[in-house]
């Protein structure tokens, strides 16, 4: 059976045009006027774009005691409700656990997804079984990503030498590392001086974790990866600080990706300071909401394209959960939710302020990251012979975000009561219609994981450099005898 999209504007991240699209077995087969299809999909006054890609979730993920709330049945029929047709989330391993271990539990959990998936993979401590297993993850699993945890001692976090060694790993896999940048030694110290002096409540948990204690791990992250010739993608880059090390990097010629949370650019750390223990707890993440300035630093980067990507890091913890921190802010489960309303926040704060424009939006919601993780045209393109994940967006469609009415497994929402304007009339999951005029007809089970091949373009072009300018031993005649 063959579906048209009818009467629409496609936008992608480089053309703006007029045409329908034509898509059959799960693919666009072709794009041009007066196509005909078995199903219609009217999308006059609609803009028809790559469906988004949310390269940070945590679906179901162990996490401070606890497991996050939202798992891949529920997290990806929250995507599909807000334009988002592919997630990514991270495999865990628990320290001295392998890889594939770690894997194994995180394909039983995505066997529900509603839309296609990939995986990163996280490096939580450091060994020759990692060093051998890494090599598996990459040339037989399909998984070209490596995520690092700066922060979270005692945990997740690793120290320099596992970066550097994982980070040269990577270099020689082809394929990229990731970092979650926190000064973890800082943020631990101050976090125990706040407690010691009666600082306990969720406000708490931003004053532990100030600007510089980013800033630093992310440009120290950025010099590891320079030293180990990879890429380096900084997950949810939140302030100027951080925003400044990569803008830096790309600016001496590295290639450094950051990504802001709609999160990050639309809610600041007054959250924190609410009367209600549950606002502020519900609010709490790493990093933490930040300041206006932090705020437009962001939006300038995404609009002068030093920031990359737009993410959620959707990590959903009930209110019970969140309660797990009451008298001791560092047991609050950290994470907040986002991925049925990052489309729809994104548009309405940037391309509804003219702070982006609508190519610019799926640039960062969906075409760049499919170029980064190395999935693109199959994802995050209009093209025949792409995926048809795709998104027909109606630029009038408004709604006010409540948690009465959201698919998240959770009893609230950080953006309650914000009022968006633009979203999906259709969202397509490789040409099945998922949203059709605000009814949910998503399959549990539909979503496929997307293997994603080694040695990108970036990724060959800085290994090659680093072989041309690698020390090299001077070859000399004549040498002196030694003086000893
Ligand atoms: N971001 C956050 O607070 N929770 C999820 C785990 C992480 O990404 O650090
Ligand atoms: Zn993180
Ligand atoms: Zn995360």
């Not at 949310?54 to 995507?79: C, K, N, V």
């Not at 300041?291 to 939006?299: A, T």
């Not at 940037?350 to 999935?375: D, H, Q």
């Amino acid at each position: 059976m063959s579906t048209v999209i009818k009467g629409g504007t496609i936008v992608t991240a480089d053309l703006t045009y007029e045409a329908d699209v034509l898509i059959e077995g799960g693919q666009i087969i072709e794009i041009g006027r007066d196509l005909k299809g078995d199903e219609v999909l009217d999308a006059a006054g609609c803009y028809v774009m790559p469906g988004g890609i949310d390269p940070h979730t945590h679906l179901e993920m162990p996490f401070m005691g606890t497991y996050s709330s939202d798992d891949f049945e529920s997290g990806t029929r929250a995507a599909l409700a807000g334009g988002t047709t592919m997630v990514v989330d991270f495999a865990l391993p628990s320290p001295g656990q392998g890889l594939l271990d770690a894997l194994q539990m995180w394909d039983n959990k995505s066997t529900r997804a509603h839309c296609d998936y990939s995986f990163h993979m996280a490096v939580t401590w450091w060994s020759e079984q990692v060093f051998n297993e890494m090599e598996t993850v990459v040339r037989e699993r399909g998984i070209n990503t490596f995520k690092h945890f700066m922060a979270y001692k005692g945990a997740l976090m690793v120290n320099d030498d596992e970066l550097f060694a994982s980070f040269q790993r990577c270099a020689e896999l082809g394929a990229m590392p990731l970092v979650h940048a926190e000064n973890g030694d800082i943020v631990a110290d101050l976090s125990a001086r706040l407690l010691a002096e009666g600082n306990n409540g969720p406000e708490a948990h931003a004053y532990s974790r100030p600007p510089a204690v980013e800033g630093e791990a992310t440009n120290r992250a950025i010099m590891i990866a320079d030293m180990a010739g990879v890429p380096l993608y900084v997950v949810h880059t939140s302030c100027e600080e951080a925003h400044e090390a990569i803008r830096r990097a790309r600016m001496q010629g590295k290639r450094v990706y950051g990504e802001p949370l709609i999160q990050h650019l639309t809610l600041d750390e007054s959250e924190y300071f609410n009367q209600d223990w549950d606002h502020a707890a519900r609010r709490v993440m790493s990093p933490p909401f930040r300041n206006k300035q932090h705020q437009d630093s962001l939006w300038a980067g995404l609009q002068s394209g030093s920031l990359s990507v737009v993410a959620t890091d959707h990590c959903a913890f009930s209110t019970e959960q969140k309660r797990f921190g009451v008298g001791d802010f560092t047991k609050i489960p950290n994470g907040t939710g986002g991925l049925e309303d990052r489309m729809p926040m994104l548009w309405t704060h940037g391309v509804g302020t003219g702070r982006l424009t609508p190519n610019e939006f799926v640039a960062v919601t969906s075409t760049n990251i499919a170029k980064i993780l190395n999935c693109y045209p199959k994802k995050g393109a209009v093209l025949v012979g792409a995926d048809a994940d795709l998104v027909v967006w109606d630029p009038d469609k408004e709604k006010t975000i409540t948690a009465s009415s959201q698919q998240s497994a959770i009893d609230y929402n950080v953006f309650e009561g914000k009022q968006v304007k633009g979203l999906p009339r259709f969202t397509l999951t490789r040409g099945r219609v998922a949203v059709h005029d605000g009814e949910l007809r998503g399959q549990e089970g539909h979503g496929e994981f997307v293997k994603r091949e080694p040695n990108t373009s970036v990724g060959r072009a800085l290994s090659t450099w680093k072989e041309l300018t690698a020390p090299r031993k001077v070859e000399r005649t004549g040498i002196p005898a030694s003086g000893v």
